[in-house]
């Protein structure tokens, strides 16, 4: 039997969702785009880009490294972040991940 997967079921969030996610993890550790990809070697304009434009979409090793630095932020700061929708409930990390 051949059952296509759609793209909900894959585990990984949509654009929309990590758009949310990563808008909601910058105020909770008060960092700004542009701050964020300098720390994390990004082009300046490429996270507020993404943030700004709904039609643009992030590259699966940037969204890593975006989660990942801001992960250790907020675990250094004694934050808390959600976690990102369908990545981590598919996972079982349970937000820290």
Do not use: C
């Not at 969702?17 to 105020?27: C, G, I, K, S, Y």
């Not at 490429?46 to 699966?60: C, K, N, T």
């Not at 992960?71 to 990102?84: D, H, Q, S």
Request: charged fraction near 25%.
């Amino acid at each position: 039997m051949n059952q296509a997967i759609r793209p909900e079921q894959t585990g990984l969030p949509s654009s929309i969702e990590f758009r949310d996610w990563l808008q909601r993890a910058l105020v909770i550790t008060g960092y700004s785009a542009t701050r964020l990809a300098h720390e994390t070697g990004r082009h300046r304009n490429s996270i507020g880009g993404f943030l700004r434009d709904p039609e643009r979409q992030i590259m699966l090793d940037n969204a890593r490294a975006l989660i990942s630095h801001l992960r250790t932020v907020a675990l250094e700061k004694g934050l808390e972040l959600p976690p990102v929708p369908r990545l981590e409930a598919a996972v079982g990390t349970g937000g820290h991940g």
